[in-house]
């Protein structure tokens, strides 16, 4: 009977600490936030963009804290760009956390042409490559999986199958880096889900297929404070 209860306490200890590794951790005061990422994120500065609604929500929440937030995002950028100028964009601003938005154009540009486009196996290298260089300057990582390149229901767009398995690799990379999962893949599948009865390629959450509507940005700054600032 006392071997019973000392193997529960284990299992309920171990479990308080696994859930407490997975709870981000408290923002503090002086931190600073880099988006890195493509058009999505260079348009999340914008006065309706993600990056803009973060910022705002954290200023009202934190006003004590002072949280600074950083926009880089560049148009076009695949995972190889990001490699090219990280110290330049990220290192040199001494972030404290850094979320990593990317992986449509990785997809969507080597559609017709796979040459353009990144290979599965350069995406999760330089993924990792980035995200141990932003790690060794001490700064959090959160890495977001790719979201759209059309919003028809049920695999309905040409480009799903691949955004899938990019946003398996995210995943995986998170898991290995340890770094903070922000699943917008997930979260943009399931409001498609609910909220597109007339199975539109466009309009509920993006304007062109791809790029954010104001729907679109509330519901990716929503998701991604939710793993910042839970």
Not at 87 to 102: F, G, H, R, S
Request: proline fraction near 3%.
């Amino acid at each position: 009977m006392t071997l019973r209860i000392t193997a529960a306490l284990a299992v309920l200890t171990f479990a308080s600490f696994a859930s407490a590794e997975d709870k981000p951790a408290p923002l503090k005061k002086g931190d600073k936030i880099v988006f890195l990422g493509d058009s999505i994120t260079a348009g999340g500065v914008s006065p309706k963009g993600y990056v803009t609604l973060i910022k705002n929500a954290l200023t009202d929440k934190h006003k004590d804290l002072g949280v600074e937030i950083v926009g880089a995002g560049i148009s076009g950028n695949k995972v190889p760009d990001l490699q090219r100028r990280l110290e330049k964009d990220v290192l040199a601003k001494k972030p404290t956390i850094v979320v990593i938005y990317i992986g449509i154009n990785d997809v969507w540009h080597g559609e017709s042409d796979p040459a353009r486009g990144t290979s599965k196996e350069k995406f999760e290298a330089g993924l990792k490559e980035i995200i141990g260089k932003i790690q060794d300057a001490g700064a959090r990582v959160v890495l977001c999986t790719p979201t759209v390149i059309g919003e028809k229901k049920d695999g309905g767009n040409k480009l799903d199958k691949q955004l899938d398995e990019y946003a398996d690799i995210s995943r995986k990379v998170a898991k290995e880096t340890k770094s903070t999962l922000c699943d917008l893949r997930k979260a943009f599948v399931g409001y498609l889900a609910k909220n597109n009865p007339d199975d539109k390629e466009k309009g509920i959450l993006t304007g062109d297929r791809v790029h954010l509507n104001d729907a679109g940005n509330k519901l990716v700054a929503d998701t991604m404070l939710n793993v910042i600032d839970k």
